[in-house]
């Protein structure tokens, strides 16, 4: 349309495409691919271009010219579009018919792709056909239906049915309410056709196209009338075309045309549709379509209105042709609303309309929004300088219903030359964020998602008639790019990258006629949609791939349009210069590449440099000099200096030449015999290895192997690995051949041919180049990509194996696809074993078989044959012992693979919980699963240790789970192996594995240690410990009430007193354990009484004494003696104290010292309060330290105990001697505290008293400044009674501190 991809350099060399090119290579000449159907000959057909329909289809070696070939095989020119289906001999035929029967050019073929069930339609003469164009059984599955005659002649008379007649077709997809996962692999066994005649308005439905192609319902408009007819129609329709049913008053007219039609199914009901369609005299119609007949009703009409556009005379243009189109405001293909949206399009606005399907259908407006006005901030500023005319063309939304893409022509005049012109453009529209566009809006509720892009400034001035032929697309590789059709049949792709527009035309020659159509091929994992896909009228399917539009993409010419040729186009070496030079453009993904996943780095374009072409250009010229010749004189040195060796991975040099080698594509089969293909196909896999190993051996001798692996780790670790999937394919061939001689018919049955075909179809559907290839082909040559084997396991199982099988042919298929997992797997660790000395160090570097697509298709495999061993329990033994060894294969695979990407990931540093978390739940559960099986296998329960086993079932359970056991062994299965242990009852077995597994967190030991503590076997325990000190002495860590006794058994006699001594004075043991453990204990140790922690202080104290006298032996006893008097002090409280108030303390539960002497304060009782300094007296000092407010109190608490106002006002009364005033004292509570504590006799741990709370201010240096309580004295200051007893407290205290209770003498006052 706009501008090709290949360029002519002017008219005339459009006009030599008549004449023959003798030495063209393109297409054979005309006397070379003479057949049945030259009988008729066009007029001046190229004899160059896509081969005629007429003639039978090439390969794609016959249409490529030699300079493309080359040793790789077929090498296509990237810009070139690549074909990828032919049509069904049914529609060949027809289109001969036709050629046969009229002039060329006067047949007209209508033709269009649907999307959504990848089904492609033509119309020759009176017959509709449809075809799957992704199925390789299409060309044989092509439905015809016949279009009834008195659809075709309404409103013809005297013409024939062939010339003008075009045709608006909808696909109805009955199961779309049930979407499956893959897109590629949908079946149209359920599908619905509306069709309409443009001209007409004539409507006919199809109800289910596969069941009955004859029960049809069409529905008339009679134009002389204006009446409508509308009928169901069983069997073939009659030679008149006359049909009796009801009879409906419309508007139709035959000048207007219906330019648009959408439908959908609608949920719920047996295969009725709703179907819209809009007409150039501004009306909007409504079908519902049922097996029983066509409802047609007018819902709008007029809906253009006038367009306020202007001319230069200032006239109004009307609306002429509008509305254009209607597309749904988003995908349907899954909905079960019970109200649609859909957009509408007209001169100067887009409309939204809301269909209620329930419980009546009705048609709504929501709202509307100008694109063409005013306000340039909404869309298309009208009435700019030249500005003439505007015509929005086309509209269309994206899969997601968030972008609305509208196609313009902007009619405009250069003031300055006087010169008219045409520009296009692309206006994308979005929905504001926070509109709920489901409600009736009637405020503004689009905005521009980016600047209006213009594909073409300046292009020929056409007719309106030829500007509403055109059509847009959207959704195809590049993302963001569109394809516009145009009616002359050229489609053109507009790709808009980084400020600049570059187009890409399809333009094949005359003979391939018009482009019908065009659709996106879709994906084939639910992500992103692939790339452009053509429908023509006469050469069958094409494929635009993404790398074409890219590189063969150019700048927007001046003025360009249609096949009519540009005032100024240049030559292709000009065009490919000027890319080269405006520097290379990013691709977005990479269209050579059929892995699903993003890759670490993608071989784009952006990423290729002209050095890195020039660096791989000379690797392979060197290589094929080593070929011919063995040398490698120099190559080192010319590779550094070209730079080969400043990429690592995907885009060395070194990798692609790697690549290049195992992926090379071979010439086309030219047969179909299986065991004549299956011999070519090994033979090509051995050339490949013997030219690999001749590249690796280069790679030696030229000392490139020495710097990848010091320099480029990753791109030597890829090669190799190119070679390990090489011999992968090697191996997996000769197992399809064993398999296939197996069989009756080959290559027809069996799983894994099934595997070969889907992993061949999802190469071809993501590299389009392939599409002509046949789907074992191209597994077999895409070696590089042999995870897509795993990946179509793991996404696309359901297709291989079907759960409506039955059971054993479930089975049968199971088994044959883990043996295929099985033995990829294994032959490339073979091949790494025997390469070993060729491979870089492994730190950090994830091997192929353990990456995530890997990992999931092994595990797909493996759940599925857990979930066949669940589900059929009458399998007989001999079935089900060889579907467990395939899984206990798998499994070891499986287990392999998780312990490679485990330890790549740990030596990279990044995160690896969830992926050992993963790892470990699907060991357990194969290992558990495995076992299970064994032990079911001979009837056994469960058993313990020391449990008596009959020798004889012993020693066969041994033998089946030896090769479990080795699996669970280098894995850490400790459960499996701890069953296995106790079912077999041999003590020697688990001490040995006990030896044998030492992991990280103590291994084995550990886990045996646990599962003997929770059946509280301690003396099992202890046992064991005596052959494994060191690892139960971690384990009963956690547990102190085990732990002394292995210490003792140890004769670490200061640490079991240590020991004791914590765990006599601990909370709850099985609270400790639990909580430090992560877990919940199972068994309640209960609380120790206060005799029992006396006891444990006691075992404590001999163990300090039998370690023996040391520097710390005395205090550690002190320490134990003190906390021996404190559990006596708490026994003594709890006796003083009345039952009733400490209730809650009464069991021996142990209190802390704080808590002992919070309870003496509160009791008021003046024992208590004694006892209170008791407490503190045998606590430590930083205890006495850190809790000295709580002293304080003790000294304000005894010192209310007496009534010192009382004892004063004795004094006074009957005046005490000395030796009467300390008789006196002794009784009070101050003098016995101060006794207690800073007297003669008085005993405590470390420090004293004093160095705490010294008795008179100013006695301690260290005494803290401005403390009003920094001293004995200070407390009893701030007693009430002090102001007149003062003295006689204080002589209390100082007494107390120096009387060891004798008889004073005569020595003078304290307070003297």
Known sequence: MFSPGTKRANLSRRKERNQVDSHSPVTPLAENRKSQHDITSIANRPSTGTPAPWAPRLSVLARIPPAGKSEKGDVVDPIKPVFIGEFPQVVRDEQTSILRKHIPGDACISGGIDREMCLSWIICGSRLFIWNY????????????????????????????????????????????????????RHWNSAGIVLCNQKTGALVFWPNIRESVNNLVISLASSDESEVTSSPVDGKTTPNGQRHGNRVRSSLIVSSTFNSMIASAVPGTQQSCVALTSSSSGELWLFYCSPAGIHRSKVYHELAGA????????????????????????????????NWQFLLLTDHEIQCFNIKLFPDLNVSKLWSHEIVGTDGDLGIKKDLAGQKRIWPLDVQVDNDGKVITILVATFCKDRVSSSSYTQYSLLAMQYKSGVNIYSDIHERVLEKKSPIQVIIPKARVEEEDFLFSMRLRVGGKPPGSAIILSGDGTATV??????????YQFDLPYDAGKVLDASVLPSSDGGEDGAWVVLTEKAGIWAIPEKAVVIGGVEPPERSLSRKGSSNEGSIPEERRNFMLAGPRRVSSDAWDARDRQKAVSTGIARRSAQDEESEALLGHLFHDFLLSGQVDGSFEKLQNSGAFERDGETSVFVRTSKA???????????????????????????????????????????????????????????????????????????????????????????????????????????????????????YSKVSDLEEVFYCLDKQLQYVISVEQPHGVQIQRTCELSNVCVTIVRTAMHYRNEHRMWYPPPEGLTHWSSQYVVRNGLWSIAAFILQLLNETPGLDMSAKSDVCAHLEALCEVLLEAYSGAITATVERGEEHKGLLNEYWNRRDSLLDSLYQQVRGSLGFRYQDLDEIVEDKDVEMLRKLSSSLLSIAKRHEGYKTMWKICCDLNDSELLRNLMHESMGPKGGFCQFVFKQLYEKRQFSKILRLGEEFQEELSVFLKYHRHLLWLHEVFLHQFSSASETLHVLALSENESSISSAEDGEAADHVIHEPTLADRKRLLNLAKIAVIAAGKDADSGAKVNRIEADLKILKLQEEIVKVLAADEVKQYVGGLLLRPEELVELCLKSENPELSLLAFDVFAWTSSSFRKSHRHLLEDCWKNAANQDDWGQLYQASIDEGWSDEETLQQQRDTLLFQASNRCYGPNAETIDEGFEEVLPLREGDSEDQILNDSSSSVEAILKQHKDFPFAGKLMLTAVMLGSVQDDVKVDDSPSPME
Not at 494 to 502: I, L
Not at 758 to 766: I, K, Q, T, Y
């Open 134 to 185: 992704l199925s390789s059984a299409a060309l044989n599955n092509c439905i015809a239906l016949e279009i009834p005659s008195n659809v075709l002649d309404q409103g013809h008379t005297g013409r024939n049915s062939y010339h003008g007649s075009h045709w608006l077709l909808s696909v109805v997809n009955w199961d779309s309410t049930s979407v499956p996962t893959n897109k590629v692999a």
């Open 307 to 338: 367009s306020s556009q202007s001319s230069d005379g200032g006239q109004l243009a009307g609306s002429k042709g509008y509305p254009r189109s209607l597309t749904w405001g988003y995908s349907l293909s899954s909905s079960k609303e019970p």
């Open 494 to 503: 507009s790709h808009y990258y980084r400020n600049s527009t570059r187009l």
């Open 661 to 779: 080698i195992v992926d090379t594509l071979a010439k086309h089969w030219t047969t179909t015999r299986g065991a004549e293909i299956l011999s070519m196909v090994s033979s090509q896999l051995k050339d490949k290895q013997q030219k690999h190993e001749k590249f690796l051996q280069f790679l030696a001798l030229s000392k490139c192997h020495e710097e990848l692996c010091a320099r480029q780790r990753h791109s030597l670790q890829i090669i190799l690995e190119h070679g390990e999937k090489l011999a992968g394919m090697i191996q997996l061939r000769e197992l399809q051949s064993m398999i296939s001689q197996n069989r009756t018919e080959i290559q027809i049955s069996g799983a894994l041919w099934d595997l070969i075909q889907l992993v061949g179809e999802r190469a071809r559907r993501n590299t389009v180049l392939l599409m002509d290839r046949d789907n074992a082909e191209v597994f």
